[in-house]
């Protein structure tokens, strides 16, 4: 059997192909443009469904599909009627629109009820909060909506003919009943929405349904899910304490625990309590706004590319680094703050830079700064029962040895890399094994797919000579807030 696994973004999509050995046999990136109507962007779904297509295709000229399984981003919903014409396009989950309903939602249902039913506060960029701004500013567009699905479910309903939505997806809606299971009948009674608008709930791993004919591959379609969660599982995240760390232009760890946490103050700090694709646990994110994208700041804006006589910018940065903290304590808030501040006036800051001080020890400075946050939100979260005991880096800057382990020495956690950065479709596959019976359980899965590739172990001495920065660090916020 071959399990083939898309990851679907915002203005990219990626497949890979597995065999049921656990070998990558293909891969394929493909990159798309968003859509632009009356000057606001959407996500381009009929040019994803021209790649899809090609990529499909691609892959099925040379092997034979068993089933496909699609991880994608979430909150962005199209709009369709009961023909399937686009009734609106998906807006982005950074698109303003939505704000005056999330205040309505919040007023309604009150933040505590909303993040205990919910699992998230109600905001601007949940499906819900633009749901409702479409029916107040286009109710003639609302009246003929039959089906609101998300990216995941949408390319399902193309590929089989069936709506369904797993769990995790669904809970970025802000609709969505984290305990129950289902679409909160409360919440939609209380905005008038049909509760036939959204697809039908399932555990991720579950078959949704046979390939229609004329995708012309076979196979079955395997449940996805959020793209954070394809993301954990393939990085082998199965138990409470396991942990994934998203290393890209921005930061996101995703962290798995057991209990529903039932304190309002987790979400008004920013971390979601998302239902994950193992029964019986749950998932919250962690997030800073600036990781790669601070060290594309100094390389680019700073430093203007430069790299003396070595082959690119990272071997001329970390040639002279030294082993010791810099002292220099940098807030990574070139993007603004995220969790547990969640602050978008916040600003980058740097303090105790000399004359002395070199380009080599500002770049440090930010990895440095980028481990310090995540620390804070490590031991915030654990106010609330959710525990981080080790982490796997993916993305980008899991590329760069030196800064996983000032993350070991700072977080005074072991790190591990994968053998590819790709986690999310490897958490596709895992799925696939498990429906298609390749594998017993998604354990037994891991072992098969999940392959890491080395680990960082934290260093006493310099977990300790960091001590005292850290210290430091964690006043630093609070300290200069006031000058934003």
Request: negative net charge.
């Amino acid at each position: 059997m071959n399990y083939l696994s898309f990851d679907i973004g915002t203005t990219g999509c990626k497949c890979q192909l597995f065999s049921d050995k656990g070998e990558i046999l293909q891969y394929l990136f493909e990159e798309y443009d968003f859509k632009t109507i009356d000057g606001c962007q959407y996500v381009d779904i009929h040019a994803i469904e021209k790649h899809l297509r090609r990529m499909l295709d691609c892959v099925s000229e040379k092997y034979e599909i068993s089933s496909v399984c699609i991880s994608s981003i979430g909150e962005s919903f199209v709009l369709l009627d009961k023909e399937d014409n686009v009734l609106f396009y998906p807006m982005l989950y950074t698109d303003s629109r939505g704000e005056k309903e999330a205040a309505e939602i919040k007023a309604r249902i009150g933040e505590e009820k909303a993040f205990l039913t919910t699992g998230v506060i109600p905001h601007s960029m949940y499906s819900l909060s633009k749901l409702l701004w479409i029916k107040n500013n286009h109710p003639e567009i609302f009246a003929k909506a039959d089906k609101a699905l998300l990216i995941c479910d949408y390319f399902g309903y193309l590929l089989t003919g069936k709506r369904v939505i797993d769990y995790a997806l669904a809970a970025r809606t802000g609709a969505f009943d984290i305990e129950k299971l289902c679409f909160s009948s409360e919440i939609m009674k209380a905005f008038d929405i049909p509760e036939t608008l959204f697809s039908t709930p399932k555990r991720a791993g579950s078959i949704v349904g046979e390939l229609k004919k004329e995708w012309g591959i076979g196979g079955v379609l395997v449940l996805g899910s959020h793209d954070q969660v394809c993301t954990t599982l393939g990085a082998g995240v199965l138990q409470a304490g396991d942990t994934v760390d998203g290393m890209g232009t921005v930061e996101c760890i995703t962290t798995v625990f057991e209990n529903k946490p039932t304190n309002v103050e987790m979400g008004k700090q920013g971390y979601p309590c998302v239902p994950y694709a193992v029964e019986g646990l749950y998932c919250t994110y962690i997030l800073n706004y600036s990781c790669g994208s601070s060290v594309n700041w100094l390389r680019k804006k700073i430093m203007h590319g430069y790299k003396g006589d070595e082959k690119d910018f990272f071997a001329y940065i970390e040639k002279d680094m030294k082993d010791e903290p810099t002292g220099i304590l940098t807030l990574p808030y070139l993007g603004g703050a995220s969790t547990p501040y969640q602050d978008l006036n916040a600003k980058g800051v740097l303090i105790n830079i000399t004359t002395e001080t070199s380009d080599s020890d500002l770049y440090k400075s930010l990895l440095e700064g980028t481990a310090f946050e995540m620390r804070l939100n490590a031991e915030t979260v654990a106010d609330y029962e959710i525990y981080i005991t080790n982490l796997v880096a993916t993305g980008g800057g899991a590329n760069s040895h030196k800064w996983l382990q000032i993350k070991a020495d700072i977080q005074n956690l072991p790190i591990k890399t994968l053998r590819s950065s790709e986690g999310g479709l490897c958490g596709c596959a895992m799925l696939q094994a498990v429906a298609l019976g390749g594998a017993k359980d998604l354990y037994e899965a891991r072992g098969i797919f999940v392959r890491y590739k080395k680990e960082w172990i934290p260093n006493e001495n310099q977990h300790n000579a960091y001590q005292e920065h850290y210290e430091k660090y964690k006043k630093l916020y609070k300290t200069v807030k006031e000058f934003y």
